[in-house]
């Protein structure tokens, strides 16, 4: 698999918001199986990990060609707000790389969102 393009959305990110990650790729072969691993940073320190299989995350077997594979995902109210990296890697079943993905947004506070109004002298 090789990445065409990765899509954060909404940019930046909002805390109490859901947020999509969308990865565009071509594959080149088919996959029946294989595992993927996230792990997402803030300021350099790893505050979540997760490993699924590919097979969850879309169903096999993923044909050769234009994939995307993408998720929604509610980023809760308590996200500390700043820079995030997200590290993607897949392997095949035989532990063999398919894919690398590493990905930047940053995370806002929801009192970032509102305007206040203030009362005229």
Known sequence: MSLTNVTVSPRPVKAGKNFSLNLDLENSVELDSGTFVTQVFLAGVQV??????LCTIRSCPIPTGSVRLGTTTFMPLITPPGLYQVKITGVDDEGLPILCADVHFTVIDRRHLTTRLCAAP
């Open 48 to 53: 979540h990990s997760e490993s699924d299989p």
